[in-house]
């Protein structure tokens, strides 16, 4: 049975190991038949995870899902240091037995010190641009350039439990944090905290802005439904992912204006159904979601609240 009507939304598929995130987006639209589908924040090819997919008109939504924080449950390794922060590196320093010189209470207290907002220096091998050049394309002609600190939020950070029959200590926990933050550096940074090398031997996205893994289907999943015709059940609608946006709710007569371009006036926006980050470029802004009486999504606006005035950011048509 093939899908009555073109699919539009958010689905959230888990990404295999060894899968890059643009092999899952080649894979979907295989499977769907479609082109207009794009992911919302990368994962490196041995992590798996939550790769949320946004289909048809959905794809102009990939910002403010990227904008969200997202959670990670890592395992770091102590007591060696790699090119690329993790193990699927070249190993350039191994330290010998270091539960000779840390315990697993230091690693606890270490882990907790970087809640918060942090600095971080991007890796060689991570999609970055430095003069218009990704570093890793630098690092793989084995070239090493500076880059700049970024910084990054670490809302809440945990030890989930850690192995210490070894010379090299394994240490899992799991991390929430903001948009941009690497925990291939975070693991390093960890360990230099310690004053031992480390590097993250392994790592999975347990959700994306709320959306986790309870939600999400394999690729193998979402082509059994989308043969049965029953893929669209399972797709996330935008007043699903923009819970953490203001709100408001047009009349016939407004939405009527809102799909022109017009500015709205109205009396007030509603709070958003969730809590925003605090780093959310989104919410900093000022933009609201506008939906019909439907709770079909018209448009993003930015609300000034001076004037009462919705001015249009992004429209979404009917068609």
């Given at each position: ?52 997919l ?15 924080p ?30 000779a ?137 935008a ?44 919410a ?34 009917s068609?």
């Amino acid at each position: 049975m093939t899908q009555a009507q073109p699919l539009e939304g958010v689905l959230p598929i888990w990404k295999p190991k060894g899968w890059t995130s643009h092999d899952v987006v080649a894979k979907a639209r295989r499977i769907l038949r479609m082109k207009r589908i794009g992911h919302t924040g990368t994962l490196d090819p041995e992590v798996t995870g939550v790769l949320p997919l946004c289909l048809g008109r959905a794809t102009r939504l990939v910002e403010y899902i990227q904008d969200l924080p997202k959670q990670y449950e890592a395992q770091l390794v102590l007591g060696l240091a790699t090119d690329t922060e993790d193990l699927s590196g070249t190993v350039l320093e191994r330290a010998g037995d270091v539960r000779a010189v840390i315990s697993e209470e230091e690693v606890r207290r270490a882990i907790l010190r970087f809640e918060g907002e942090i600095e971080q220096v991007p890796p060689m091998y991570s999609a970055v641009k430095v003069d218009g050049k990704r570093l890793y394309e630098l690092a793989r002609q084995g070239l090493e350039v500076e880059r700049k600190p970024r910084k990054v939020t670490v809302h809440s950070i945990e030890l989930l439990g850690s192995d210490w029959s070894q010379p090299h200590p394994t240490v899992r926990f799991r991390v929430l944090c903001s948009k941009g933050t690497y925990i291939r550096t975070l693991c390093v940074d960890i360990g230099r905290a310690l004053g031992v090398p480390a590097a993250m031997a392994e790592l999975v996205r347990t959700s994306t802005g709320g959306i986790g893994r309870e939600q999400c289907l394999t690729l193998e999943e979402a082509e059994l439904l989308h043969a049965r015709g029953e893929l669209s059940g399972k797709l996330l609608s935008a007043d699903r992912v923009l819970r953490h946006l203001p709100e408001v709710e047009l009349s016939p007569s407004q939405k009527a204006m809102a799909l022109k371009g017009r500015k709205l006036r109205v009396a007030a926006v509603r709070p958003p159904r969730a809590p925003a980050p605090a780093s959310s470029a989104a919410a900093e802004a000022g933009e609201v979601a506008a939906f019909d009486e439907q709770r079909q999504l018209v448009g993003i606006f930015l609300w000034e609240p001076e004037q009462r005035v919705l001015t249009p950011r992004k429209i979404f048509s009917s068609g």
